[in-house]
């Protein structure tokens, strides 16, 4: 099934991403946040507040500021 409306046929995650896209510092805070650790895990996703790092990175709030910066660079091109 074809969504209507679109461009091109994109992935879901990556319309969040368009719409982060406009907010530069916001995903520039992400992009700065979710950083690896030492082990390869996400620095600001921990388990449940405990600060104890639980995601591998990169996170999928990683890889959705990633998006949003490559449309960013793509729209603004
Ligand atoms: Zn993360």
Redesign the pocket.
Known sequence: MVPRGEKRSRPRASAFADELAPMVGVWLRLLN??VPDASGR????TAGGTGVPS?P?P????GMAELARISHSAGAA
């Open positions: 946040a979710h996400c620095r600001a996703c995601e990175w996170c999928v709030i990683r």
